[in-house]
């Protein structure tokens, strides 16, 4: 049985509770950002100190990601996805709960990147374990596309809900949904395929030889760290940033956030189907970056009124999302002697890396210079990254994949 555009029934299974978990990790990651400001005021602590919480929450799942892209393909992941979603959605329901100083949150959001070092590794093993090749680019897209519906749901949720439950409130709802849907997945757990991923067929110092003496992995590692960096100013600093810089209340500028956020989604799916057809990964991806760089750039210089910085943000998010798909194909065709989740483990920690950079370079921005330098950073890594893809052969079709 065919379903939706060509994908046999059981693969959209997979997919759907994949994404479903997928969808989770992308809510927690936004969802306090609309409570920074709560935060801040609540615990008495500056938006640098604010940043090193953002930090460490990077740091715990960067330093964790690649040791769970090993124990993903040795006891499969399945097990690891499950255990990682639950540590999550604890963390934060303790968050809300328990926080009552500046350390205690660290340690909480330093267990929630525990945590949340599992979802790429496991779920990109899982889903190249269980999808076509010729389907591959436009199921890299759809899981991509559930992540930002995440990234949306996540400022939205935070932002209803605080109201009436206070910023604790909202993190703890957020926290005993998580711990739901990984009593699903239990449930459900048969209609997963592992397939030969948990084989071990290498050491794991042979794998790590094999990462770090590859230039093309080394250069998608840093890529995903300067594209971390670009994106991060805008979904965690954005609305710190507009406020002054357009005289606006949270709740305003907090659509511009959410255009972005909703433009990265328009963009996905036709990625994924231009994935599938494309050698030249390199040409997709310079084009989006560029294209973002020079829109926030120009959010930065206040030349516009407020309601032209939305569809220029929405653009923005769109080509950034419309490449994604693209870069996975990319790393995808990469895995030869390493398994497919140990190497997204290895380049996907490029992106914690980032956030663990940006957390503080952002923080130290915002607090010390204007808000425009928020955009003008952001455009700067954007172009960074763009550099590094120039130089790096992983960004075109072997010729000896199979269609």
């Given at each position: 049985?065919?379903?939706?555009?060509?994908?046999?029934?059981?693969?959209?299974?997979?997919?759907?509770?994949?994404?479903?978990?997928?969808?989770?990790?992308?809510?927690?990651?936004?969802?306090?950002?609309?409570?920074?400001?709560?935060?801040?005021?609540?615990?008495?602590?500056?938006?640098?100190?604010?940043?090193?919480?953002?930090?460490?929450?990077?740091?715990?799942?960067?330093?964790?990601?690649?040791?769970?892209?090993?124990?993903?393909?040795?006891?499969?992941?399945?097990k690891v996805l499950i255990f990682g979603l639950i540590l999550n959605a604890a963390a934060f329901l303790l968050i809300g709960a328990f926080v009552s100083s500046y350390w205690t949150i660290l340690i909480l959001i330093g267990l929630a990147g525990v945590g949340?070092?599992?979802?790429?590794?496991?779920?990109?093993?899982?889903?190249?374990?269980?999808?076509?090749?010729?389907?591959?680019?436009?199921?890299?897209?759809?899981?991509?596309?559930?992540?930002?519906?995440?990234?949306?749901?996540?400022?939205?949720?935070?932002?209803?809900?605080?109201?009436?439950?206070?910023?604790?409130?909202?993190?703890?709802?957020?926290?005993?949904?998580?711990?739901?849907?990984?009593?699903?997945?239990?449930?459900?757990?048969?209609?997963?395929?592992?397939?030969?991923?948990?084989?071990?067929?290498?050491?794991?110092?042979?794998?790590?030889?094999?990462?770090?003496?590859?230039?093309?992995?080394?250069?998608?590692f840093v890529f995903y760290m300067l594209s971390s960096l670009a994106n991060f100013g805008i979904t965690q600093f954005s609305i710190l940033a507009l406020q002054p810089l357009y005289g606006l209340e949270k709740i305003s500028v907090i659509g511009a956030l959410?255009?972005?956020?909703?433009?990265?989604?328009?963009?996905?799916?036709?990625?994924?189907?231009?994935?599938?057809?494309?050698?030249?990964?390199?040409?997709?991806?310079?084009?989006?970056?560029?294209?973002?760089?020079?829109?926030?750039?120009?959010?930065?210089?206040?030349?516009?009124?407020?309601?032209?910085?939305?569809?220029?943000?929405?653009?923005?998010?769109?080509?950034?999302?419309?490449?994604?798909?693209?870069?996975?194909?990319?790393?995808?065709?990469?895995?030869?002697?390493?398994?497919?989740?140990?190497?997204?483990?290895?380049?996907?920690?490029?992106?914690?890396?980032?956030?663990?950079?940006?957390?503080?370079?952002?923080?130290?921005?915002?607090?010390?210079?204007?808000?425009?330098?928020?955009?003008?950073?952001?455009?700067?890594?954007?172009?960074?990254?763009?550099?590094s893809i120039l130089f790096n052969s992983g960004t075109r079709k072997p010729v000896s994949v199979k269609e």
């Amino acid at each position: 049985m065919e379903a939706l555009v060509g994908f046999p029934k059981r693969e959209v299974q997979t997919i759907s509770l994949i994404g479903f978990a997928h969808l989770l990790s992308h809510v927690y990651m936004l969802a306090l950002a609309p409570l920074a400001p709560s935060l801040i005021k609540d615990l008495n602590i500056t938006a640098v100190d604010w940043g090193v919480v953002l930090a460490v929450f990077a740091i715990f799942t960067g330093i964790f990601q690649t040791p769970m892209g090993f124990l993903v393909e040795r006891i499969g992941g399945r097990k690891v996805l499950i255990f990682g979603l639950i540590l999550n959605a604890a963390a934060f329901l303790l968050i809300g709960a328990f926080v009552s100083s500046y350390w205690t949150i660290l340690i909480l959001i330093g267990l929630a990147g525990v945590g949340n070092s599992v979802f790429h590794p496991a779920d990109y093993s899982l889903l190249s374990a269980s999808i076509g090749n010729r389907r591959m680019g436009r199921a890299f897209s759809i899981h991509t596309f559930v992540g930002h519906i995440g990234f949306i749901l996540g400022p939205i949720l935070t932002t209803f809900l605080e109201p009436f439950f206070g910023w604790r409130g909202a993190v703890m709802v957020l926290g005993a949904a998580g711990l739901s849907v990984a009593v699903l997945l239990i449930v459900c757990r048969v209609i997963i395929t592992e397939g030969k991923t948990i084989q071990k067929k290498s050491s794991v110092m042979e794998s790590l030889r094999d990462l770090l003496g590859s230039k093309p992995v080394l250069l998608f590692f840093v890529f995903y760290m300067l594209s971390s960096l670009a994106n991060f100013g805008i979904t965690q600093f954005s609305i710190l940033a507009l406020q002054p810089l357009y005289g606006l209340e949270k709740i305003s500028v907090i659509g511009a956030l959410t255009a972005y956020q909703v433009g990265a989604l328009l963009l996905v799916l036709p990625g994924g189907i231009l994935a599938d057809k494309i050698s030249r990964y390199d040409i997709v991806i310079l084009c989006g970056f560029g294209i973002a760089a020079t829109g926030i750039f120009l959010v930065g210089t206040t030349m516009f009124e407020f309601w032209m910085i939305i569809p220029i943000l929405c653009l923005a998010g769109a080509v950034r999302g419309g490449v994604n798909a693209t870069r996975d194909v990319a790393v995808r065709h990469m895995a030869a002697t390493v398994p497919v989740g140990t190497i997204f483990g290895f380049v996907t920690t490029g992106f914690l890396v980032g956030q663990a950079i940006g957390g503080v370079i952002y923080g130290y921005l915002f607090d010390n210079y204007l808000p425009n330098v928020i955009f003008y950073a952001s455009s700067i890594f954007f172009v960074l990254a763009m550099f590094s893809i120039l130089f790096n052969s992983g960004t075109r079709k072997p010729v000896s994949v199979k269609e």
